[in-house]
């Protein structure tokens, strides 16, 4: 009999979800470092591989696998490896499968860190990275030789919003060379929007810092691929050089966070259609960029790959100045780097994410100083518009920045306007620092 396939909503609440002997309905939290043997003969077998159990968990841990299955099982992958953070599944991929000598393909629009490792660090160990544009396949042919290795990308560049055409190019990299990888990291899309695997890459990279937990309360980071390849990146980049272990604590939060991942998708990309056609039409804003737009230049592949366009959207401002006014006269967004959270967070790449580049690099990328990177939340669209609204009239307007006074003795709320009052009997019960405890 045919096994069941699941809707991803209800994979993502159910999938591989193993029954404990306790009966509890979430996966437990295995808080240990160690599992014991049940004899010495039993702990030679664990070691020889002749069978398979716990042994140590920077070797596995029952939590953190049960995470690791239903990854897989959502992106369309034999298997899965859990990391630390994003940038540990990224480094721990890269450096299993490439070696002093090897040729790497990359894009020019890539997370900063993700372009720094490639461009700054990996040519330290031999291995030469050329950057190309992916979305112009007159480039793909010519970077990519018969003895490139690996080939990555992002589903949604960072923070230009380009989208690359993922089976066109896996499809002329593996005609090149069969062994060639191509790695694809799909953070900004999930496997929800988009499955690399299914359209021809051979690996994906998260960081599970943004949607997949969903709560800004966790850093962490996957790799799914088919099981040779993760076998490889699990003995090698894990074990081997990374030890970028994810904790159990941290496993459970984002196994937490999948449940409601789908209504999460559901409503930040309805969230994000609606400040997108608002910035369309500011007269304050230069250009948008969103793949959901019809005229972005990606939006016929976006549309073919892709069931909607997430979460992130970026936009010009007239100059740097203004952009920087824009960010430090918002209320309702919340000015930090990352995405995925339930709050709208607002943050300029150039001096942020992608301080690490230069001017030219960044220039390459397809963006500038003037670009404002938003990621959206689970506000109500009209709140997040007000805020935006306002910010950009104060950029116009004003020349000073909104000064942001801290006491150190008195809380300070992010929006004081959505406290209650300090006579509610629902309020802090925080006494001045000019009052005695009661």
Request: charged share 20%; proline share 5%; hydrophobic share 40%.
């Amino acid at each position: 009999m045919a096994q069941k396939t699941y809707a991803p909503a209800t994979v993502v609440v159910h999938g591989n979800h193993v029954h404990n002997d306790f009966g509890a309905l979430s996966t437990p939290i295995f808080q240990t470092s160690t599992f014991v043997f049940d004899s010495a003969e039993q702990g030679g077998r664990h070691f020889a591989g002749q069978e398979s159990s716990f042994i140590y968990s920077r070797l596995g841990n029952p939590t953190t696998s049960q995470l690791e299955q239903k990854i897989a099982l959502l992106e369309g992958g034999e298997d899965c490896t859990a990391f630390s953070s994003g940038m540990g599944a990224i480094s721990a991929t890269l450096l299993s499968l490439l070696s002093c000598g090897d040729h790497l393909v990359a894009d020019k629009t890539l997370y900063g860190c993700t372009f720094a490792l490639i461009h700054e660090t990996l040519p330290r160990f031999g291995i030469h990275a050329d950057s190309i544009d992916m979305t112009d396949m007159t480039q793909v042919k010519a970077a990519i030789r018969p003895d490139t290795k690996v080939v990555y990308f992002e589903t949604i560049a960072n923070p230009s919003m380009k989208v690359t055409d993922i089976a066109a190019v896996a499809d002329y990299a593996h005609a090149q060379n069969p062994d060639c990888i191509v790695i694809v990291d799909n953070t900004f899309a999930t496997p929800l929007l988009v499955q690399p695997l299914k359209l021809g890459a051979d690996v994906v990279v998260h960081s599970a810092t943004k949607y997949l937990n969903g709560h800004g309360d966790v850093v962490a980071g996957f790799s799914v691929a088919r099981k040779e390849i993760m076998d490889k990146i699990r003995m090698i980049g894990l074990k081997g050089i990374t030890g970028a272990v994810l904790g159990p604590q941290e496993a459970f939060l984002i196994l937490r966070g999948l449940k409601t991942l789908k209504v999460h998708m559901d409503a930040v990309c309805a969230n994000t259609q609606k400040v997108v056609d608002f910035l369309a039409g500011s007269k304050y804003v230069q250009k948008v960029f969103y793949p959901g737009l019809e005229n972005h230049p990606d939006h016929t592949v976006a549309t073919r790959e892709m069931t909607r366009f997430s979460g992130v959207v970026s936009f010009e401002m007239g100059s740097f100045e203004e952009a920087k006014k824009v960010l430090n006269h918002v209320h309702l967004c919340a000015l930090a780097v990352s995405l995925g959270d339930c709050e709208t967070l607002i943050q300029h790449p150039a001096s942020m994410t992608h301080s690490m580049c230069t001017k030219e690099e960044i220039e390459a990328a397809g963006f500038s100083d003037r670009l404002i990177r938003l990621a959206v939340g689970l506000e109500d669209p009209d709140d997040i518009i007000a805020d935006l609204q306002q910010a950009f009239e104060a950029a116009q307007n004003r020349t000073d920045p909104v000064k942001k006074q801290v006491c150190d003795r008195e809380p300070v709320f992010l929006f004081p306007h959505l406290q209650l009052p300090a006579s509610s009997p629902s309020a802090m019960n925080i006494a001045s620092p000019n009052e005695k405890n009661r």
